[in-house]
Structures are given as structure tokens and as C-alpha cells.
């Protein structure tokens, strides 16, 4: 992404940084980086502190800022009563599979539209764009019928992590994005390594993959999120509850638990997401905008 | 936030049409047979995947629509299932709903985040943290996030955080997802801040392809900070503004995962019952998997009209 490369913007430097444009850019970035903070870092806090309430500080006028008496047994008690352990192990093992079943058959994709260019190749790459503009909610019928009962094997998926795993993979974004990455990689290295005898998976895994590493672990980050939110589709493949995912699992126990423990065990939930975030958010906002065409 | 694209590559210009362009002209049949098998059995995988589980599951959710199983026999029914989805009056509740829903989105959801892009992109300082600050929500699993709109932000009583705010402003407190005329404006409250951030980098990285030399013309020409975005930035982001206005409504169709856990489905006086929650509904508690299908193609077919109306728009200011 361009930083602050300088270029003027809709306001010209010179005029934020003189007089009263001077003062109003500094008046304008306090209140917004203040109140940002307020709408976006706020509720996370409430829902931290708020966790270790008592429910009769909770259903105190006025609510409290800051917990009187905290009670930490909430988050104690949203992990064993939930079973979070069991339930962010089953989360973390169908986030590390999308992350390996994507990148092998998704960038084994990529690599052979982007340069082995097989006949048909375009047809098939359209017919996979094409599904980015079918809602999910259109499909989640005959695909859940699908999963119940592949076709031809007629095997039953559910419970099985294989039915989080592989309707990932049909991912035309990754596809899509993974193939530009290669677009880029210049024709004359590939056409070295053919001269020196080099076959195709050998060009893609010494020469392909090791140029491509920011744009895989983009991926890889896409890959985990998308598993860690997920809430409809694992909620229907994954019916047991020693199989399901961390959001289901709470929102399975909601109903019956009170509403601190829930949140307690909200804020676990999210807690891996927000740090993958806050390692990553340079690789996360690149990907993001990597493929955004030019207004 | 999966689709952030445009699916248009640029190709570089001279680029060569052929694989290994740089290889002598030579090439076998037996050569080009086996390259193209290569080429196949690496995507095989990847296309399996997209035969089972997209482009069949496409084929057939049409096919399951026009027809009936029961006690394990199917049969052709035609019309039936649209007939029977189309006559249960939630169907029309649900659509009006939706499309309450997308339209309330479309202005909060669609509007604000290019405002707050324009305002971050003119920041010099804090950029980063007020960037990470939006984009945080939507890292939550959205089901963490909305009990915390549940349970906290929208609690009717005064210990509410909402409430506790209008009281404080000495405003008339609400209650929230008990209310039916507040059901629709608080799940679309929820659902802005959890996934703004998506559409506020998006817009940030488009505000910075554009030229400034246009502001610097447009501010000698007397444009004030008003006429330049409406002249400047506007036309210049136009692309990316239809193309996020699309997925914005694609995504805001399939409103689901809101009413399901901020107003335990239907709502108050089924103010919250969406078309999605519909689908759930009835593919999935009154076994009418076939129902389901139909509002499935239904659905379909009122989101591919709004495709193709992108298409003629976005094609014409070409």
C-alpha cells in the first residue's frame, strides 16, 4: 500500500499545516482518533470488564465503568462449563487443515493457470470467478444435501472435518489472487528452469513458491479467519458437540447459561482472531487491498 | 470480506500467449500433449473441489426446486414449491425485511465508510492506529461480537450501555430488539460496526490512487473541499464505489447470523425474519428441503437482476 507517499490529498498540505488549517486538522484528529477509540475499542472493554461482573452489578443503573468486585470465576466457569478447550482445539485443527488443503490445491491451481495454461484453462478460471457472485445462502441447501451424501462415493460428511476443509478450497478469491501473484513472476525464469530440465512441480516448488511467500501467507491468514467466523455452514456439517467450532459451541450454549459466562466465553472465542490480527494487520490490510483495482 | 476484487486482470501489453514463451519453437505434439496434461492435473484438485461442492450444488438446488421428496421417493412437481414458499405470508415479511435491511445498510454501511476513508486519508498522523481501530470488529467471530450487542448494548432496561448513554443525554430511552420498529436499525447498527473496516481499507486504497494534481486544478478553478469530492473524488473512485455497492447488497441479502442470535430469528412481531433465516428455516427445522431450494433460486434470481444492473451501469460510464 502507497504511505503517505507525500502526494497531495483533497486538502493541500500547506493549508492543514498553516493558521487555522492548522488548527482545525489537530482539533479534527483528536476528536476522531478519541472517538474511534470510544466506537471501536469501547465495546471491546465493556465486553472484557463486563465479563467479570457479578450479575447484580450488571443489572445495575447506572452500569458500572470498572468491575467492583471482579469476578474471574466467569471465565473460569465459560471454560469448563462450555468445554472451550475442546471446542478451540476442534476450531484450531479445521483452521490448520483449510489453511494446508488451500494452499496446496489452490496454489497447484493458480500455478497452472498462470503459467502452464492448459487448454480450457480460461473457461475454467471464468466458470470459478463466476461463483464469487452466488451467495452462500443460495447454496447451503444442495450443498449441505451434498455433503450428507457425496455423489458417486456416497459418503456422509458430517462430523467429518472434511466438509469444513474441502468446500473451502472452491474459493475462487484465493485463486484469483494467487494467480495474479504468479502473473507477475517473470516468463524468463520459468523457461530457465525448463532449459535446465526442470519439470513443472519442480518449477513451482523451487523457484514459484519461494518468490510467492507474502501473497501464501495472506492465504494462510484468510484461510484461519475465515474458519474462526464461520458461523451457518459449521453449525449444520458439524451437528455433534464434541465436533463443533468455538462460535457454535457458545451459541448452542447461550441459551441456558448466564449471560456473563456467555460473554466470558465470547471474549475467549475472539481472542485468537484479534492476535493473529494485530500480528499480522500489515499482511491482512496488503491482501486486502492487493486486489482493488484503481478507481 | 472474501470478495474484494474486480475480476480483471490487466494483462501487461506483448505479453505472449504461450507457457515457457521463451522456449525454442520446436515443440512436439507429444510435448504439448503432456504439457497440457500437467497443466490439468494441477488444477484437478482444486476443480473437483468446484464441481462437488459449487458448480453441482448450483445445478442442483434448480433441480431439487421443482421437486418433492417424501418417504424417500422423489417426484416432479413443477411449480409447487414456489407456489407453496410464495403463499406463507412470511415470505413477503421476509423480503420486506431485507430489503429494509439493505436499503438502512446501503446508507449507513455503504455512505459512512467512504466518508471515513476520505477523512482518514487527509490525516497525517495516527493513520495506522485509527486503520487497526476500524478494522478490529471485523477480526471477532461475529458471534462474539453480537452477543455483546445482546446481551450489553441493546438490554432494555436503563443498565443497558445504550440506554445508560440516552439516559445520560436525557433522551428517550429504547427498548431495542424488543421493539419491533427499533429490530431492523439495531441489527443494522450491529452489523456496520462489525464489517465497515473492510469497505473503509478498501476505499483508503483507491483514495490513494488519485492524482493530485485534479485537487490541486479543481482547488485553483475556486472547488471547495465539497465540489472537489463530489468532482474529484467521487468520479475517480467509481469503480470500486459500484463494485462494493454490489457486494454490499449481495451481502446484506443474506442477512442471517444477526436476527438468528440478536432476536432469536424472527424477532418482535417478525420484525427480524429475513429471507436467509427463512431458507434455515425451512430447509432445516421443517424438513422442506425443497421449499428451501426454491426461495434459494428466488433469492438468486433477484440478486443476479441486481448483477446485471451493475454490469449495464458500470459498462456504460465506460
Known amino acids: 500500500m502507497a504511505q503517505d507517499s507525500g502526494t497531495r490529498t483533497l486538502i493541500s498540505q500547506s493549508q492543514l499545516s498553516r493558521g487555522r488549517g492548522r488548527v482545525i486538522y489537530w482539533t479534527l484528529l483528536v476528536v476522531v482518533v478519541a472517538g474511534f477509540t470510544l466506537v471501536f475499542l469501547g465495546p471491546l472493554y465493556w465486553m472484557v470488564t463486563g465479563a467479570l461482573k457479578s450479575g447484580q452489578e450488571i443489572a445495575q443503573t447506572p452500569p458500572s465503568l470498572f468491575p467492583k468486585d471482579p469476578q474471574p470465576q466467569n471465565y473460569i466457569d465459560a471454560w469448563n462449563n462450555l468445554a472451550l478447550a475442546k471446542l478451540l482445539f476442534n476450531t484450531f485443527y479445521y483452521a490448520i487443515g483449510a489453511v494446508l488443503f488451500q494452499l496446496v490445491f489452490d496454489t497447484a491451481a493458480a500455478y497452472s493457470l498462470s503459467k502452464l495454461r492448459p487448454i480450457f484453462g480460461n473457461v475454467i478460471l471464468a466458470l470459478m470467478l463466476g461463483t464469487l457472485m452466488i451467495p452462500a445462502m443460495v447454496l447451503i441447501v444442495p450443498q449441505y444435501v451434498t455433503v450428507i451424501d457425496l455423489p458417486i462415493l456416497h459418503i456422509n460428511l458430517l462430523d467429518s472435518p472434511f466438509a469444513i476443509w474441502l468446500p473451502l478450497v472452491a474459493n475462487a478469491f484465493n485463486i484469483f489472487l494467487l494467480k495474479r501473484f504468479f502473473d507477475s513472476i517473470p516468463e524468463e525464469l520459468m523457461a530457465a528452469a525448463l532449459m535446465d530440465g526442470a519439470t513443472s512441480l519442480r518449477t513451482l516448488w523451487s523457484i514459484i513458491l519461494p518468490l510467492s511467500r507474502p501473497i501464501l501467507g495472506v492465504v494462510s491468514i484468510f484461510a484461519v479467519t475465515a474458519v474462526w467466523k464461520d458461523f451457518l455452514w459449521p453449525k449444520l456439517v458439524m451437528p455433534s458437540p464434541e465436533t463443533r467450532t468455538v462460535s457454535v459451541g457458545i451459541y448452542a450454549f447461550a441459551g441456558g447459561t448466564p449471560m456473563n459466562v456467555v460473554i466470558a466465553a465470547s471474549v475467549i472465542a475472539a481472542i485468537p482472531t484479534v492476535i493473529i490480527f494485530l500480528i499480522f494487520q500489515r499482511n491482512i490490510m496488503s491482501g486486502l487491498t492487493t486486489g482493488s483495482i484503481k478507481g | ?318
Not at chain 2, 434448480?62 to 421417493?73: A, K, V, Y
Open chain 2, 1 to 318: 470480506m472474501a470478495i474484494t476484487t474486480v475480476p480483471e486482470t490487466p494483462r501487461k501489453p506483448g505479453r505472449p500467449p504461450s507457457p515457457y514463451s521463451a522456449r525454442p519453437q520446436r515443440t512436439s505434439l507429444g510435448r504439448k500433449v503432456r504439457d497440457n496434461l500437467t497443466g490439468h492435473a494441477f488444477l484437478i484438485g482444486a476443480v473437483l473441489c468446484f464441481v462437488v461442492f459449487s458448480w453441482y450444488p448450483m445445478v442442483r438446488g434448480i433441480i431439487m426446486s421443482f421437486q418433492r421428496t417424501r418417504r424417500g421417493e422423489t417426484t416432479w412437481v413443477g411449480w409447487d414449491n414456489y407456489s407453496r414458499i410464495i403463499a406463507d405470508p412470511s415470505f413477503w415479511t421476509a423480503w420486506q425485511n431485507t430489503f429494509y435491511f439493505t436499503v438502512l445498510a446501503l446508507a449507513l454501511g455503504y455512505v459512512v465508510p467512504f466518508f471515513v476513508a476520505i477523512l482518514l486519508n487527509e490525516f497525517r498522523h495516527a493513520k495506522g492506529y485509527l486503520r487497526i481501530l476500524v478494522y478490529l470488529p471485523v477480526m471477532l467471530p461475529p458471534a462474539s461480537a453480537l452477543f455483546l450487542f445482546k446481551f450489553y448494548a441493546y438490554d432494555p432496561s436503563e443498565a443497558g450501555l445504550f440506554n445508560a448513554i440516552l439516559k445520560a443525554l436525557h433522551l428517550p430511552t429504547s427498548q431495542w430488539m424488543q421493539s419491533p420498529e427499533m429490530t431492523m436499525p439495531a441489527m443494522v447498527l450491529a452489523s456496520t460496526w462489525m464489517n465497515m473496516g473492510g469497505a473503509v481499507l478498501i476505499y483508503l486504497a483507491s483514495l490513494q490512487n488519485i492524482p493530485g494534481e485534479l485537487y490541486e486544478a479543481a482547488e485553483l478553478d475556486g472547488a471547495g473541499i465539497w465540489r472537489r469530492i463530489v468532482h474529484v473524488t467521487i468520479p475517480q473512485t467509481r469503480l470500486i464505489l459500484a463494485l462494493l455497492a454490489m457486494l454490499q447488497i449481495v451481502a446484506t441479502m443474506q442477512l442471517f447470523i444477526e436476527p438468528l442470535i440478536l432476536a432469536n430469528g424472527a424477532g418482535a412481531e417478525d420484525s427480524a425474519t429475513s429471507v436467509a433465516y427463512l431458507i434455515y428455516q425451512h430447509g432445516f427445522f421443517q424438513n422442506d428441503l425443497n421449499g428451501a431450494a426454491a426461495l434459494g433460486v428466488i433469492m438468486l434470481v433477484v440478486l443476479a437482476g441486481f448483477s446485471a444492473v451493475y454490469v449495464r451501469l458500470t459498462a456504460k460510464q465506460d
